[in-house]
């Protein structure tokens, strides 16, 4: 237990929530605004990706507080990729070894559970629609309107989190109140649109229930993810502009027309196909690096506010769970030295974020492309195969980001890089696919490995 | 001459005032809104650095609306660099060949000429302490509040500029109302500020008036340009933290010991050196990457708003007035079609203000550093002496930057990479020093360079 803090946190969502468990658990004081109305009184999408993949970081998170038993009651495993073909046969890749999964959460369901645990802390208490406006740290003042009365209100607290997502308006008041603020933001050249699966008949899933399921394509790919419900989310992401792009596929006979051509076993499947393209937004999809995350020792960033990233990792939430750990660590070690807190909170977890956000783009090019190329499968099962048989020499990159929560995401891209420098090399024998599994490969590993 | 239109731009610095002249030279009505009072009427600093390098490509921008003459008259030469080494020894580069000059005016001079040339034009107003709150393509509305009156208005206009400056309000717009705008600014670890060499008894240079002096060490480095009244302004660039630093360089005390020890001859010239330190404001470098630069074929961002730059090439101004070159000659080749002339715009500068932005960056270690090196001014000399004999298949990176306004910044940056790779092997050889200007290494640079 700590001394008790009055702490404000911007933003209710994932990591928002979360937070306010881990700061109420160890006895302060904590009020948190959200922009939205309660998503559990009223229905609004909790931001635009409906279902998200749950692994190793983001359990660690839930377990730190007591509540991953509660969410897994609403989340599906799903032990590997089933890779749809344009021939429509597939292929099954497993994520890992045995039992190791990502699960399949409903975005708006953890959300609301979280929301829920975090109303059962006596210390917590969740304000909606508040639309934060302005942010200070000479003083610790937030300034909201609410965006039904219009109200006007000034708070003070010892400490504010900033946990309000990749356009943090918390972030936004430190960028234009500090000096030497390091910001990038950059768009990749593809966007999104969900689509939609139903449950069967008998609500039972008409695809493969534990599976992420990946039309790889090259250019651009369509996943879908299992609902509780039976149905499946699916997501195209697609270019802007080009050829086959969202410039081009815009009409009820051309999205017929290009989904027959590239999606022909999903198109029996999405009843609702040409009303869903029509009907549902295109979203686009940014990365966000800034330093510093804190800001006089008072006000600190966390979650995607900290270090927005592409989905293609499925690491977003499970790394700003993982910023919750880390911090809850520090304040475990530290006690009431939150300058310590907050300048190791800062030193450790910005190189993570920063790595995340590269590993997060590159795997955009492995999920279109790669899953597709028998090349690329062969060089992941000669892995497989010489980490089965030396776990502690080997630990594929996957499986470091995915499962390994004790490797930081620094360490995993760094290496990484490694893995993938000694694999070009092996890939490039003439003969590698005849020998993958020989002896004399093992041992060219080994040997480029000391 | 074009259709009139209606044309607002933001900003009356000195390419926003360049650009209005240019724009009236078409037939075109233009407003300009500055935040800033006017200038000319009350003593305010016009930014932060007081005096600026006008190069090639600026003249270019003058000389297309006839007032390099005006502005001629208040600018110093500056044929070459005076290095001033710790042991008080100087050491003389040119810059170029012959008369080939930098030349040093006062950003406040300049930008009161270029104010006065452009109200002397009768389709030009400028408006002043109108600070812009809001800007929308939708029907080309542009907000402003009087920072005296507090009055709001709201104007509309065919067509409006942003030329405010590296905070550009008319960017933030843009970037908060559109998606999918890639934004960067990023600091360096050193910041600057200004201090003062005043001129002898009778209003002479203490120091050679036709050269821009250099005090190179390293890490860190000083500079000093001449003035028109005999004074020079000197500019150290200094980190912020670290052993040398302004973080342990501030009482008195401190400043003293620190500049005798380190610029010891310009110690003599600085009579006020500690009262300047201690008020002279400490001053951040930044550096501003954006995409796009124009908006709904309505809204352009210009000089510093689309590329703001460190200031080691002396490029910031002469990159603006270049901006406004280009845009005039889109306007003369393709009339009425502002959608045309808008896309070429940015496809033409948008690569030249990347590539002058990385140039920046980079010549700040060759001044503060490389500059004091005997081997890197080997190296340029052995360059000067190629380029001369062969000027068709040579010219020095920093003659295209500086005196080639028909060279691309983007072409300088590519060409000048593959000259660095070329001379990295010159300088290897172990015998250089000797053969420097032999046959022998101008056949190897001509192998290499075919």
């Not at 994932?14 to 306010?20: N, Q």
């Not at 929301?115 to 937030?142: I, Y």
């Not at 980490?387 to 930081?408: A, N, Q």
Request: charged fraction near 25%.
């Amino acid at each position: 237990m700590n001394t008790q803090k009055q702490i404000s946190i911007v933003g209710a969502g994932l990591v928002g929530s979360l937070l306010s468990i881990y700061l109420a658990k160890r006895g302060h004081k904590v009020n948190v605004y959200e922009r939205r109305a309660d998503m559990r009184k009223n229905k609004i999408a909790a931001g635009r990706s409906i279902n998200l993949a749950l692994s190793d970081r983001g359990w660690r998170g839930l377990e730190g507080v007591g509540i991953a038993d509660e969410i897994k009651k609403i989340a599906i495993p799903m032990y590997g990729r089933r890779i749809h073909h344009v021939d429509q046969s597939t292929v099954y890749q497993p994520y890992g070894k045995n039992d190791q999964a990502i699960y399949s959460v409903s975005r708006a369901g953890i959300n609301m559970r979280l929301m829920d645990l975090a109303e059962q802390q006596e210390n917590v208490s969740l304000h909606f629609s508040e639309r934060c406006t302005a942010a200070s740290t000479k003083n610790g003042s937030l300034s909201f309107i609410n965006e039904h009365s219009q109200a006007e209100i000034t708070i003070q607290s010892d400490f504010i989190f900033g946990s309000d997502g990749a356009f943090s308006a918390a972030r936004m008041n430190m960028m234009t109140s500090n000096d030497r603020f390091n910001y990038q933001q950059y768009y990749i050249e593809h966007g999104y649109k969900e689509l939609h699966i139903p449950p069967g008949p008998n609500g039972e899933f008409l695809m493969e229930k534990n599976a992420l399921h990946i039309w790889p394509r090259g250019s651009y790919m369509m996943i879908a993810l299992p609902n509780m419900d039976g149905s499946f989310t699916c997501t195209l992401f697609f270019p802007f502009e080009g050829p086959d792009s969202f410039a081009t596929v815009q009409t009820p006979e051309q999205v017929s027309e290009f989904f027959n051509r590239v999606f022909p076993d999903a198109v029996p499947l999405m009843p609702t196909l040409t009303e869903d393209f029509a009907t549902n937004p295109t979203a686009s999809l940014v990365t966000v690096k800034c330093a510093p995350w804190t800001f006089d020792d008072k006000l600190a960033l966390i979650g995607d506010a900290a270090h927005a990233i592409v989905p293609f990792y499925g690491q977003g939430m499970n790394c700003g769970f993982e910023d919750c750990v880390v911090l809850n660590e520090l304040m475990e070690t530290y006690g009431d030295d939150w300058k310590t807190v907050f300048s190791n909170y800062e030193s450790l977890r910005k190189p993570d974020g920063d790595a995340i956000a590269d590993l997060a783009i590159a795997n955009f090019v492995e999920m279109r492309d790669k899953t597709g190329d028998p090349k690329f499968l062969l060089q992941k099962k000669i892995e497989a195969r010489f980490s089965e048989k030396y776990p502690d020499k080997w630990i594929p990159l996957y499986s470091m980001v995915t499962y390994s929560p004790h490797i930081r995401y620094s360490t995993a891209l760094r290496e990484g890089q490694k893995q993938e420098q000694i694999m070009q090399k092996i890939m490039a024998r003439p003969d590698i696919e005849s020998v993958w599994d020989s002896e004399e490969v093992e041992k060219a590993i080994l040997g480029a490995l000391s």
